[in-house]
């Protein structure tokens, strides 16, 4: 079956889910919605990918061809390397449609900012209050001291402090009581916050971070170095012929590998950072000591694998040890993210080229 996605294909327009009147497709619009569903279900049946809603939404939308980045990654997994597996339509899914977590995330962050404006607002609420007190405190004592005052001067000026201080005390009270429901729901907030930051950063599958976790990585370390001292190894770390683990186990089996390589990898990098940004692709970021420590690093990932066996429990199949191979580049002062990542596939590359199981390191740290 040979299916491709084009822009040219008329788009429908989507039913707004939270409007109160339903909207209704024309004749038109529901032809070609079932057109793109029928390329949709072609590419699920092509790659054996399960026709769940989840993983069916990303292919309908390659067909739709509205986001031109979810279509350059697609087509690549589609067209170039023709290996459009369910762990990397899963990869891909977490990446693209996660917008409600995103909206979520963006809405505590909101809610957030709107607790400590109020918390600003009621202390200075209380400090208008404190300087009303003073100048209250002002009036009367001008009165006192000024002249000879009356015994009802005298009464009034300490009804007009009492007044005053009875005012402050009860603004205080009620300014302690909300400070302390503002305090719970800014915890209760933070909370919430850090969770759906997590969840954006975590992948699905392996429990790792993902390629946004990656990104964010990448571009802290680079920045860092330029007020830092230190050496910063990234270590590209890809399966060796997961294609074929695939074909011949399945590509659940192929999520299981997935896993079993996270796990290896977490065991091993306990003050290093992990990363999955790609399909079968982990990215480590580690900070050796010098050059010889970065490859005693790189080679003990190696030797985590030569030590492990894998067998399915689900079947009982085994399928024996699994091998990587890694490409590790040192980063360089003044080069930027793309450099250093270009200078790490590089090297992977390399690794791969020159028999598979092997790490590439370069020489020269920078």
């Known amino acids: 079956m040979n299916i491709a996605p084009t822009s040219a294909s008329p788009h429908v327009t989507a039913a707004n889910p939270t409007s109160a009147e339903p909207q209704t497709f024309t004749s038109r ?87 400590m404006s109020g918390l600003e607002t009621m202390i200075q609420s209380q400090a208008d209050a404190g300087e009303r007190f003073d100048a209250s405190l002002n009036r009367t004592n ?74 964010s990585l990448i571009a802290r370390e680079v920045n860092q170095y330029r007020s830092t001292s230190g050496l910063k190894l990234l270590l590209l770390v890809d399966l060796d012929n997961f294609k074929a683990i695939n074909d011949t186990y399945g590509h659940d089996s192929g999520d299981v590998v997935i896993q079993f390589v996270a796990g290896v990898l977490k065991s091993i990098t306990d003050d290093a950072e992990l990363a999955r940004y790609g399909g079968d692709e982990f990215a480590i970021f580690a900070t050796p000591v010098d050059h010889e420590a970065g490859k005693v690093f790189a080679d003990s990932i190696i030797e985590a694998f030569s030590r492990k066996k894998l067998t399915l429990t689900r079947t009982g199949e085994t399928i024996g040890r699994i091998c990587v191979s890694v490409g590790a580049a040192f980063l360089h002062a003044g080069e930027s993210q793309t450099d250093w990542f270009d200078r790490a596939d590089k090297l992977l590359y390399r690794a791969k080229t020159g028999g598979r199981n092997m790490v590439m390191i370069e020489r020269k740290v920078g």
């Open 29 to 115: 619009e529901f032809d070609d919605a079932f057109e793109l569903a029928k390329q949709a279900l072609g590419y699920v049946g092509k790659f054996r990918t399960p026709p769940s809603p989840e993983i069916f939404e990303l292919w309908y939308r390659y067909v739709e061809g509205k986001d031109p980045l979810l279509n350059e990654r697609m087509s690549f997994l589609v067209n170039d390397s023709g290996t459009a597996n369910r762990s990397q339509i899963n990869s891909l899914r977490h990446e693209f449609f996660h917008r409600t977590d995103a909206a979520n995330h963006q809405r505590t962050a909101d809610e957030l900012i709107a607790s």
């Open 142 to 215: 001008q009165k006192l001291v000024v002249g000879s005052p009356s015994l009802e001067d005298v009464k009034g000026c300490v009804s007009e402090v009492l007044a005053s201080n009875e005012k402050m005390r009860s603004q205080l009270v009620q300014m302690k009581i909300q400070l302390a429901e503002s305090q719970a729901q800014m915890d209760r907030l933070r909370t919430s916050l850090t969770n759906s930051q997590l969840l954006l950063m975590t992948d699905a599958l392996t429990g790792v971070g993902n390629r946004r976790y990656f990104d």
